[in-house]
């Protein structure tokens, strides 16, 4: 039963994910990366498949392990945060989509500021 309902939150995260692609104000990334938490719980398999992935190894492995991230990649994070928050208040005329936004970006400022750790860049092979 605890299988069938990794599956249903990988299919509501989905879903998130595939309308944040078409709503400005609501990321994408999150909820398909929850997704895919959610799908490797139910399914060993699909687990497995994710993390003989080149996208695992170079960008979730690390931060998995030790929660931390290279600096590069932290930056890089940020800096589209930050044109995403800057596109919603040059675009939107929406007073709650401007304060939605700015409280997402204080939140993950934050996040990647200071609570997740600064890693060294594993070389690549």
Do not use: D, H
């Not at 996208?55 to 030790?66: A, G």
């Not at 994070?77 to 044109?83: D, E, Q, R």
């Not at 970006?105 to 070389?123: C, E, G, P, T, W």
């Amino acid at each position: 039963m605890k299988k069938y309902g990794y599956i249903l939150a990988g299919i509501v995260f989905t879903i998130l994910g595939i309308v944040g692609v078409f709503l400005p104000i609501m990321p994408a990334i999150p909820f398909f990366l929850a997704a895919v938490y959610y799908f490797s719980k139910a399914s060993k398999r699909f687990r497995a498949w994710f993390m003989s992935t080149e996208l695992y190894r170079r960008y979730f492995q690390n931060f998995i392990k030790n929660r931390a991230m290279p600096v590069k990649a932290k930056i890089i994070i940020l800096v589209y945060l930050a044109i995403a928050v800057a596109a919603v208040f040059i675009f939107s005329t929406n007073i709650y989509a401007k304060i939605s936004a700015a409280a997402i970006a204080a939140v993950m400022y934050y996040y990647f500021l200071f609570a997740i750790k600064n890693a060294k860049r594993q070389s690549e092979k």
